[in-house]
């Protein structure tokens, strides 16, 4: 007992400092001490080969201590002293003087050191994996704890949802997927084209946005008059083919609008025209009103003359003979332009621009005439198919001396012609189609050819 240089008395347990040695209280005698009459437990010495075991000991010690600061300096033994029956740590020593029959403190399984500890030996649940064994027994664990790919919540909220809701931990899972709840469709549509695609639970989504190359017309565009030719609709509204267009228009695929149908293509103005027949569309007609003595044309689309009328005879006062003059005696004046007239007599006064002029034997021999000649047409529609084919014609004016006969004729004067160069003369139609433009310009060039613009005396 002299060896001991250190001791914890703490109810039932005692750590003594020996060296090397491990000591516990027990009942039985050492030798050459005698049995009858003592009361004092004593003290024998065990060898550490084993720390292990001293380290669950100190689980159950009530000071802190631990195998940190624990050397072999410090040995361990558990010493009751008791003078009768009492109580120590617990454990109690009979009323019988021998120590044999006295209680002493057992020493614990490793179970039990296990379960005091607060370790279970409870099977997990499957998906969960113990926690941390117990260093006596590693049938026991500290608790069941989920696997480390149970690491996914899967939160609704941010359009996810588990792979297999059924394999789950602590309200974990193993793997995630997307709703994609913003992409309805599994497949293209007819008439639509893929507008963006998520791969979620179920596979491959889509959204989808209509096809602008069918349906190019945004339902904005048509208005209240709405449209047809088929209809697609997505997140930006409808779309059509085509919009519907209001009374005397009709779509143009070109510019994506209504423009005035293409039988609205007359300006119906001009010589022989009275206007237009009907609706007008951007100041167009589809037919023309004609004045006295044409009628509508409806090949060439344009008032031609009935060949009844005036309109059939030459109406250039000029070319008849008529001049701006101002005659001495008779005179008729043309009746399609008053300012022109004739001097019947052999004479006149003023300037003469035309017409005829006398001398004083009352007969003319030598005429001064002045001529369209060398007359072409010039046939457009501006490169616009729907527009009609208009004529324009152009002529040169010659002038030439002539010699009256006795039958009326004037014979041209050999080298006495000079014409300028061709111009406009102011003489235009139109026609629906190009080869009715044509037949216009034949006749109107039989028309001007040679036609007499003005015509002097000159004896």
């Known amino acids: 007992m002299t060896s001991i240089s250190k001791v914890f008395l703490c109810a039932a347990v005692s750590a003594f400092c020996l060296t090397g040695r491990f000591s516990y209280a027990s009942t039985n005698t050492v030798k050459g001490i005698p049995k009858p009459g003592t009361h004092t437990v004593y003290t ?7 720390k292990t075991r001293l380290s669950l000991l100190f689980n159950y010690m009530p000071f802190d201590i631990t195998m940190a600061n624990v050397d072999e300096s410090y040995q361990l033994a558990s010493v009751c002293f008791i003078t009768d029956t009492g109580a120590c740590s617990g454990e109690k020593f009979g009323n019988s003087e021998d ?4 209680g002493n403190p057992a020493t614990p399984t490793p179970g039990e050191f296990c379960e005091k500890a607060g370790y279970v030996n409870t099977p997990c649940p499957e998906g ?10 590693s049938s026991y664990h500290s608790g069941c704890k989920c696997a480390a ?3 996914q919540t899967c939160d609704s909220a941010a359009g996810l949802k588990p792979v297999n809701a059924n394999d789950t931990c602590g309200g974990k899972y193993k793997e995630c997927c997307n709703t994609c709840t913003d992409y309805t469709y599994t497949s293209i549509p007819s008439g639509y084209v893929k507008d963006g695609e998520c791969l979620s639970c179920d596979g ?3 959204k ?15 208005g209240s008059y709405g449209g047809s030719g088929g209809t697609c609709s997505d997140d930006t509204g409808a ?4 919009c519907n267009c209001p009374n005397n228009y009709e779509w143009n695929a070109g510019p994506k609008k209504c423009v005035c149908a293409t039988s609205f293509k007359y300006s119906c103005n001009g010589s022989g025209y009275a206007g237009g027949d009907g609706n007008s569309c951007d100041g167009k007609y589809s037919k023309c009103k004609c004045a006295a003595g044409y009628t509508w044309d409806a090949t060439s689309g344009s008032c031609v003359c009935s060949g009844t009328d005036w309109c059939s005879v030459n109406q250039n006062c000029a070319a008849l003979g008529y001049a701006k003059q101002t005659c001495s005696g008779t005179t008729v004046k043309c009746p399609f332009d008053t300012s022109y007239v004739f001097c019947l007599d052999n004479g006149s006064s003023g300037s003469s621009s035309g017409g005829n002029t006398g001398n004083n034997s009352g007969k003319c021999t030598i005429k001064r005439r002045t001529v369209y000649a060398n007359c072409r047409e010039n046939i457009h529609n501006n490169g616009q198919a729907s527009n009609p084919w208009k004529v324009d014609l152009v002529c040169s004016q010659c002038g030439y001396t002539c010699e009256v006969k006795s039958d009326g004729s004037c014979t041209q004067l050999y080298g006495t012609m000079s014409c300028n160069s061709a111009l406009p003369i102011g003489e235009s139609a139109s026609s629906a189609t190009k080869e009715g433009a044509q037949s216009i310009a034949e006749r109107l060039k039989q028309q001007y050819e040679n036609k ?3 015509e002097t005396c000159d004896n």
Do not use: R
């Open 99 to 102: 120590p044999g029959k006295g």
């Open 149 to 151: 790919e149970y690491n």
């Open 452 to 454: 007499i613009i003005s």
């Open 44 to 50: 024998q010495q065990l060898n550490l080969a084993d």
């Open 208 to 222: 989808v946005k209509c096809d602008t190359t069918l349906y190019p017309v945004a339902s904005g565009v048509c």
């Open 204 to 206: 491959k989504k889509y």
């Open 128 to 137: 969960m994996t113990p926690g941390n064994f117990c260093p006596a027994d």
């Open 239 to 242: 779309h059509y083919k085509k």
